[in-house]
């Protein structure tokens, strides 16, 4: 039997699972260059494309080495970004988080809302200790955001993921579970 995915309500938001019904709205943020690049992807160019986004959020959540939730407004109910759990290690009682949010919803605090409540589940379901974001020198709002939810810096991995023909820097950040009842 399949477990259920669970769905995560805060203020304005419901994260849920995304379907490949929610393919046509993930292409209007996965298919922005400014989204996309700070994570290391390609921009989609097809929808087709974004099926590939889909199966492996799927397949995270059915190995227990993460989910993602897609993020929407309470009043709209499209997919307008997601967040979520990737690299989890239950034994070591970490994982790292990720998000992104189509470029017209920037700036509206939607990210940090998702990040507090995503994080906040972390630590209640999944019992983490640690949760770790990399993030790229140059993303100073991502940097901002993590910070403000009480992420500390703790250094520099050295060309620690091989993006675009080349080799990137990226800060790790972590809080752990000590540092969010803090907040």
Known sequence: MEKEFPIIETRRLILREVTTEDANDMFNYLSDKNVVKPMGLVPCQKVKDVWDEIRWYKSIYKEGTGIRWGITLKDAGKVIGSCG??????????????????????????????LEAVVKYGYQHFQLERIEALIEPSNLPSQKLVEKQGFRREGLLRHYEFTYGKFDDLYMYSIIKEDFNLI
């Open 85 to 114: 759990f990737l690299n989890m290690l239950t034994k070591h009682y970490r994982a790292e988080v990720g998000y992104e949010l189509s470029k017209g919803y920037w700036g509206r605090g939607i990210a940090s809302e998702a």
